[in-house]
């Protein structure tokens, strides 16, 4: 019994859940039956022993005394208290959401014509919504669902010729449905960037096309024109879009929901990492400051959580400005905040990382070993940050033998998108290149081989999809022509 679902499910909640869920058993409204009632607190006092006692027939037993062992009933009474756990989620999530119990009891007085309380609550409802800060999905959809009541209740009980509540009514519909197409469209399109899949965005260019035409309109609603411009941008990959981004980071910052604000941190942020992975290196510190600000106002944490690869991307940004003395605090004071079963493999990447960047390449490798290979991301970080350690130590064979295992799993690989795929057949196919050229110099006048590697240089700078280009093109040795380094 102890590896019951439902004696997992209650093992696992923390220990305020565990008392507002035994208040919730204990309500006669929600459960009248004394022995599912006994089950939780027995569920609940033995989980919290060292050694539960959880046995089916020592629970059977404390909960029928004098009876036959009857398995049966004991899983009865186990399904009715599963039954009554997911009934305390749902409401946990719906008192978690706003307006609901405000729109729904709005909805039963109109259902059940008492007009008296219907007219006070909608009202009521009407002055909450004026006074929040921000219009996200739950406040237009709220919205639309109170215009809908008062606009039939108006037409059917008071005046049909008023027709501006219905109106009120389509208009709310429309943003609530613009704002969650635009919304989804843009995650769903940056997950197309990440993984290797396809999205039918079905009537996204329609609406995309009326917003465009109706910018005037919707140009107040900071949620709908965040989306809007965030999806121009993923699409477009324009700083033209990127801009007006940064004009509702500075002036509408606070008309966003956390949520809303998380995701404006988020997509600004990717943009800048792609025009540095195009060479466009000017936006590294750009970048750094975004991440710096989401720091200070804890906005890239999650419930006191930073997502592991926000870890990664601050560290390998941090460390190219040659900020060791700031990563170093960076990655020992945000350690404890990454989830547990991520935890040590993020701490260890991104120290090696650390390491790798302060030239201590033994220390390197030896964190390197302790990172397991779990994911794709860390396989192909992980890959390339050892690569680049060996190319400093000069070990060649190792080098060597490194780059061609890491062409064939990348070249195997079904979860690898094309253009990562491009990216990293290139990056390896260059740095086996400039290996080869590099340890083979000795056979080359000095002539041929700066022209061997000017060659190199020019096909790297050239080539759109690479990864690490700037470590190439600064490993060719040559620096960069004042109209090159614009570009770049």
Not at 419 to 445: A, D, E, M, P, W
Request: one cysteine or more; hydrophobic letters at 30%; glycine letters at 4%.
């Amino acid at each position: 019994m102890e590896q019951s679902k439902i004696v997992q499910y209650i093992s696992k909640m923390e220990r305020k859940d565990q008392d507002k869920f035994t208040q919730f058993v204990e309500s006669p409204y929600f459960n009248q039956h004394e022995p599912t009632r006994k089950l939780l607190h027995l569920i609940v006092k033995e989980t919290q022993r060292k050694k539960p006692r959880l046995g089916k027939e020592y629970v059977f037993g404390k909960l029928f005394s004098g009876e036959a062992f009857d398995e049966q009933k004991l899983y009865n009474l186990m399904s009715n208290l599963k039954k009554l756990l997911h009934r305390f989620l749902a409401q946990q999530e719906y008192e978690e959401q706003p307006f609901q119990e405000d729109l729904h009891t709005v909805n039963w007085a109109y259902a059940k014509n008492q007009f008296d309380l219907f007219t006070n609550r909608a009202k009521n409802l009407h002055k909450k919504l004026e006074k929040i800060p921000y219009r996200n999905e739950d406040y237009y959809y709220t919205k639309y669902r109170l215009q809908f009541m008062l606009g039939y209740y108006g037409g059917q009980y008071v005046d049909r010729s008023k027709s501006d509540r219905l109106q009120h009514m389509m208009d709310h519909l429309d943003k609530y449905y613009i704002l969650e197409k635009l919304r989804n469209s843009c995650h769903l399109t940056a997950h197309e960037f990440l993984m290797n899949t396809t999205y039918n965005f079905s009537l996204l260019d329609q609406v995309l096309e009326y917003v465009e035409k109706n910018l005037a309109k919707y140009v107040d609603d900071s949620s709908i024109m965040l989306y809007y411009y965030v999806l121009l941008t993923l699409r477009h990959d324009s700083s033209e879009y990127y801009q007006e981004l940064k004009k509702i980071m500075q002036s509408g910052y606070n008309r966003l929901s956390p949520l809303e604000q998380q995701d404006l941190y988020s997509f600004s942020q990717n943009y800048c990492i792609r025009k540095i992975n195009q060479g466009q290196y000017a936006y590294q510190l750009e970048l750094f400051q975004l991440y710096k600000q989401g720091l200070t106002s804890g906005i890239l944490l999650t419930n006191g959580v930073i997502n592991e690869w926000d870890y990664k991307n601050i560290t390998t940004l941090a460390c190219g400005l040659k900020e060791f003395a700031w990563t170093e605090n960076f990655i020992n004071k945000y350690k404890n905040h990454i989830p547990a079963h991520q935890r040590e493999n993020a701490y260890n990447y991104n120290l090696a990382n650390l390491y790798y960047n302060k030239k201590l390449y033994d220390k390197t490798i030896e964190t390197l070993n302790q990172v397991q290979y779990t994911d794709i991301k860390y396989h192909l970080n992980g890959n390339d940050l050892l690569l680049r350690t060996f190319y400093a130590k000069k070990d060649i064979e190792a080098l060597l033998s490194l780059i061609e295992t890491f062409r064939l799993f990348i070249f195997r690989n079904r979860k690898i998108t094309t253009v990562q795929k491009k990216g990293y057949t290139n990056f390896l196919r260059f740095t086996k290149r400039l290996v080869i050229l590099k340890n083979s110099k000795s056979t080359y006048t000095r002539k041929e081989y700066i022209e061997r590697l000017e060659k190199l240089h020019s096909q790297v700078f050239e080539t759109k999809e690479v990864i690490n280009k700037k470590w190439l093109i600064q490993e060719t040795g040559i620096d960069l022509p004042p109209e090159q380094q614009a570009a770049n």
